[in-house]
């Protein structure tokens, strides 16, 4: 049972344009999620996060928008760059827990 | 800083075989989490430290896999009667707190022959 599903295996976007990466829930416990980048080779880097109390949170070109009542969340990238090539898992988590359970993946393609 | 280190960063082994994956978390870190990459899917839960003791190992498949954390710092992933289903990446992350950032270590890829 996939409690975090990233329904597209993989976006491909021209550089200077919104990449769009969505993510769905299913567990209603689910309070605290986060977005994490991967590079082949390398562990996942995390890159931004949002509670459960709001509805987005911004850093830079990154932006997460929480929707509760539909259990979906995704992240805005603008303007996409080539650098911003990779995997992009959706995370979420119970703050009271210890787990913290992984979507599989969006590979992001930025064509220059 | 030094971030996460995990070695071997490759293991090949044979059915059957016993393997060792050791992180080293970043220093003065806590918490420490063990997690498994298979091929097209995200990480998956298998274990979380606080300190030296297992807070939550509900992750781990079966019997044939346990890690330890002696001293609260470096720990290690042991994986006996390997099978070949237990090929994957596996990811070990630390973190100053239970509720904080997670960073993660390149992985050590285990394939089973």
């Known amino acids: 049972d996939q409690q975090v599903k990233q329904n597209s295996p993989s976006l491909s976007v021209q550089e200077g344009r919104i990449s769009i990466l969505n993510c769905d829930y299913t567990n209603s416990m689910f309070d605290y999620f986060l977005w994490y980048k991967k590079y082949p080779a390398e562990g996942p880097t995390f890159l931004i996060s949002?509670?459960?109390?709001?509805d987005k949170n911004e850093d830079g070109r990154f932006t997460v928008f929480l929707n509760k009542s539909a259990k979906h969340l995704s992240l805005h990238i603008v303007p996409s760059q080539p650098g911003d090539s990779a995997v992009y898992f959706c995370?979420?988590?119970?703050?009271?827990?210890?787990?913290?359970?992984f979507g599989a993946g969006t590979r992001l393609f930025v064509k220059a | 800083g030094a971030g996460v280190s995990q070695t071997p960063s490759n293991k090949v082994t044979e059915k059957g075989k016993y393997v060792e994956l050791r992180c080293d978390p970043i220093s003065g870190h806590t918490a420490l989490y063990w997690y498994r990459q298979s091929l097209g899917q995200g990480p998956e839960f298998l274990i979380y430290f606080q300190g030296t003791g297992a807070a939550d190992d509900s992750g781990l498949p079966n019997d044939r896999f346990f890690a330890v954390r002696p001293e609260g710092s470096v720990s290690t992933l042991k994986i006996q009667r390997t099978e070949r289903g237990d090929s994957a990446v596996y990811l070990c992350a630390s973190s100053s707190g239970q509720q904080e950032t997670q960073y993660f270590g390149p992985g050590t890829r285990l394939l089973v022959l």
């Open positions: 949002i509670s459960s109390i709001k």
């Open positions: 995370a979420a988590k119970n703050t009271g827990g210890f787990k913290t359970i």
